[in-house]
């Protein structure tokens, strides 16, 4: 099991990261800029829920996409000097697999960092649902630094203070931003 593990985290880790901060930021960007403009709660969770859904729809196909021209790409390096196409082979068929699940990965990954930002806002007033969509943005900023430290075999303390210190960085720059059409 821990073998399993070791191998999810260093094949799959880094589209885990990458769409929970996506969810994270993206999405703690939308609720800051919309609570400049409005402190309703429906109006805050409704900005925030569809920018959840877009982003992980975005996420995911871009991903597939993405994931899809690189891999195809390898196949396509592997095929030249075996002069033979690998089609229906399992080598295509595994690497199909692969961009199903790291588009999949990082679209669900960015709809759930999505939901930690937002959470706060459904049951709390919009003046102190701020607050704690702050701190537990942070707190999974930190979660993610230590278990980016973990793939990377890295400082556990620096990887979090790294992934805290770009998050706060964003959020002191849309907080003191104001947009206006």
Known sequence: MR????????????YIILGSIDGILAILGV???TYNVSSDNVVIVSAGFGGAFALAMTNGVG???????????????????LLKSLKNTRLEKE?????????????VSSFIGSMIPLF?????SAEIAIYLSIVGSVIALIALGIFSGMISKQSLLMSAA???GLGLMIVFILS??????
């Open 63 to 81: 991903s597939y996409l993405a994931e899809g021209t690189v891999e195809y790409g390898r196949l396509s390096r592997l095929e030249r000097p």
């Open 162 to 164: 790294k992934m805290v």
């Open 176 to 181: 003191i931003t104001e947009i206006h059409p």
């Open 95 to 107: 690497t199909k697999k692969k961009i199903r699940i790291d588009s999949l990965l990082h679209g």
């Open 3 to 14: 073998g399993l593990l070791k191998n999810f985290k260093v094949e799959y880790g880094r």
């Open 31 to 33: 609720i800051v800029a």
């Open 120 to 124: 706060p806002f459904l049951f709390l």
